[in-house]
């Protein structure tokens, strides 16, 4: 997408009001000549309080998000992509065919409109490229300093036009599991960017859309049993839940986990474990073994970074635990984490 | 509801810690001693990114809102109880059933958990008198100073069994405005509650699901033009962004508008227009001449205050204008609202 010129008068408020929430005259301008400008025309007859849709299923997928990252913008993405892929692969993750996003704008008062623009933009160029539209929104305004600039909350729905159940009462034991690229990159680009650190290269989180990953793993046939994208927490907390979900133990092979040169080197910089920091982009995959080719086929195709592996199986053990055998051959618990590793990374 | 014990251990954790938004343990417990615990039990093969959901229709109103009222408790509601019907509302505008909400959580680390698991309860509570289910959610907790205790967004499904279209396209001149009770409680008991003002009476919010009282208009074959609730900015910004909309011109009496006594009294003395003043249960509606009486006899077994009553009608000129007959019995243009009145009333 082009950048467009804003119709808005941003020169005439270069700050957010409170009055821009206050559902007057400021509001009313702010959705016109802003939102409406960015995110598709106002219906010809008139907008309401809601958006009447006619899907074409009946059997969806709902899911809500809201995004408080700090700083706004990072190295490979900002708050505003962050917040549609965000919801995007939530609903991608149930196999869903996301459609329609809602957008909550929780705004400080004196937040630039410059920046506002750079985000309402962002979110336009994110949902074009994952094909979903804005179809509903609403905006907030809080005083100075009950806020950080802004907080986004996108809710999202999906068809699903399979006929199969994808959760993790699906796994079997001897099921492959698999990741769709390197991990880590996200939480480290958030990290970095808020420090003011520079490595030799630049790290950029690995914010994307996995809809299309998931479509082609549909449409290639494969028996999808479960899938979980690695957000807060990390590969090691996605596994954790899934394993005491489905009531069996995983095992990992900490070698096959793909992790970047410079990413590790930040993490060791930095104090951090790679497997338990943050990505907007990768998700575990898990399907029966003889799926595995063809899984792993798929996926390099839409490749961003290094690419999918084959990094652990289902265990017939049916204790919930996660075991990672590591480097050096010996076996440990990986657990899930239990404090905070590094707040606002989403 | 009765209120139940909270099998979250709040002396444990008495206060929302950064790790309860982290992804790891902390989180995992409270969603699943408190949110699971209040809002339906944790589906049997595990919780997922999004909720997959077999809608009985396929025509959908979708609507979201974010809730950011201070103080979080108030004469006649809370935060909770806000964003549960706030989201019904607006579905029920369109003249959809509401069916499902997700719930997305900003909570500031330090915030009491005894008064989040307040608003949880008051949630549910809502949430089953409206007849709706929390079928997903999101939390995220911001440091200290960045927020403000809760935020809450709420994001709704509701589906239309009708076969027609209610919106400001559809209003036509001659029709019947028509308010479903009296105005300004919300916002003065909001105000008062803030400025720790005590008056004769207390004043209530008008908090108040609406959806039944849609239903009950629709089952009497009212013909619904069009529906508008009264929130930020009250029936004044209402009534002028449907006359934008529609392009008539429509006139109000504003001796027929039922303000209640000790809300006009409070008005007066913090120097506001109750006509501008957010309600929380209040809608305009839209109806051809004909069916005026009808749907006073059916909103008349749902007041919740003073009744339903005739205010206005749409006239023939086509200037978008909402013209306000005084008591005096002059004429004069009734605006929207050009700053803010009062931040953060919703």
Chains 1, 2 share one sequence.
């Not at 010809?44 to 958006?51: E, F, P, R, T, W």
């Not at 006619?54 to 900002?78: E, M, Q």
Request: glycine content about 12%; overall charge negative; hydrophobic content about 45%.
């Amino acid at each position: 997408m082009e950048s467009f010129a804003c119709p808005f008068p941003i020169q005439q408020y270069p700050q957010v009001l409170l009055a821009h929430g206050g559902g007057g005259k400021l509001m009313q301008q702010l959705i016109e000549k802003m939102f409406t400008v960015a995110f598709g025309p106002k219906p010809q007859d008139g907008l309401h309080d809601s958006v009447v849709l006619d899907l074409p299923k009946s059997r969806i997928a709902f899911t809500t998000d809201s995004f408080v990252v700090h700083p706004l913008f990072f190295p490979g993405g900002d708050i505003g992509s962050l917040a549609v892929y965000g919801s995007v692969n939530d609903l991608a993750m149930s196999g869903a065919k996301p459609l329609y996003l809602s957008l909550g704008f929780i705004l400080e008062e004196g937040l630039s409109m410059q920046t506002l623009w750079g985000v309402v933009q962002s979110i336009k160029k994110a949902a074009d490229s994952a094909g979903v539209q804005i179809v509903t929104g609403d905006t907030k305004v809080v005083d100075r300093g009950k806020g950080d600039g802004i907080y986004i909350n996108t809710s999202g729905i999906g068809i699903i036009e399979h006929g199969f159940n994808i959760s993790p009462g699906r796994i079997k034991s001897g099921d492959a599991v698999i990741i769709n690229g390197d991990v880590g990159r996200h939480g480290i680009a958030i990290m970095a960017s808020r420090a003011g650190l520079e490595f030799e290269t630049i790290i950029e989180s690995d914010c994307a859309p996995l809809n299309f990953s998931v479509k082609a793993l549909l449409d290639a046939g494969i028996e999808i049993h479960c899938m979980r994208d690695l957000t807060r927490g990390g590969l090691a907390s996605a596994l954790n839940e899934i394993a005491q979900a489905a009531g069996y133990s995983i095992a990992v092979e900490e070698s096959a986990v793909p992790v970047r040169e410079d990413v590790a080197s930040g993490c060791a910089m930095l104090g951090f474990d790679p497997l338990y920091v943050a990505n907007e982009g990768r998700f575990a995959l898990f399907v029966p073994e003889k799926h595995l080719g063809p899984s792993l086929e798929v996926l390099k195709k839409f490749s961003l970074g290094l690419p999918a592996a084959h990094i652990g199986r289902v265990l017939e053990e049916r204790k919930s635990f996660v075991i990672l055998k590591s480097f050096i051959g010996a076996n440990r618990i990986l657990d899930m984490i239990s404090g905070e590793q590094l707040p606002r990374i989403c």
